[in-house]
């Protein structure tokens, strides 16, 4: 999923609030933040309050870093109180993206060209390098689109 194309601006108003704030330390490193905003924000639509914002982007830091390393959730009060801000801003500008069957394999899995088996006109199929996946939803039958 492209979330800079489904998020839009707001996708780097929430990278410049993460490095700003830069709660693990890290921010001399460009964009070092761009994984954790790429987990945070297809959470969001999750959230009914700042709280629960909070809350997300702990569970983030959490998951990509440790418990030891995030901290305290408080520690994302600041962090949670502008993102929520800002998404209550561009919540109507969003592209909800949707799950769709895979228009390649039609939810088959299988690579359409190879049907499967990875070979194609004597060689390894060079659509799925062999492994007969479908290289279009990576071997899960869906895709996330936009409308």
């Not at 609030?17 to 933040?33: F, L, N």
């Not at 109507?92 to 070979?119: F, L, S």
């Not at 060079?126 to 479908?134: A, L, N, R, S, T």
Request: aromatic fraction near 10%; proline fraction near 5%.
């Amino acid at each position: 999923m492209d979330l800079r194309r489904t998020f839009g601006t707001f996708y780097d108003e929430v990278l410049s609030i993460i490095t700003r704030h830069d709660p693990i330390g890290i921010a001399g490193v460009s964009d070092e933040y761009e994984p954790e905003v790429d987990a945070i924000l297809p959470r969001l639509s999750e959230a009914e309050s700042e709280a629960a914002a909070r809350r997300i982007i702990h569970e983030e830091f959490v998951r990509l870093f440790d418990a030891e390393i995030a901290g305290p959730e408080f520690r994302f009060d600041g962090i949670a109180h502008e993102i929520w801000v800002s998404w209550q801003r561009h919540g109507a500008e969003i592209e909800e993206p949707y799950e769709t069957v895979c228009p390649d394999c039609e939810g088959a899995r299988a690579c359409d060209t190879c049907e499967g088996t990875g070979k194609w006109r004597g060689g390894a199929c060079p659509f799925c390098g062999g492994d007969g996946i479908c290289f279009h939803c990576g071997g899960n039958g869906f895709i996330t689109d936009w409308d």
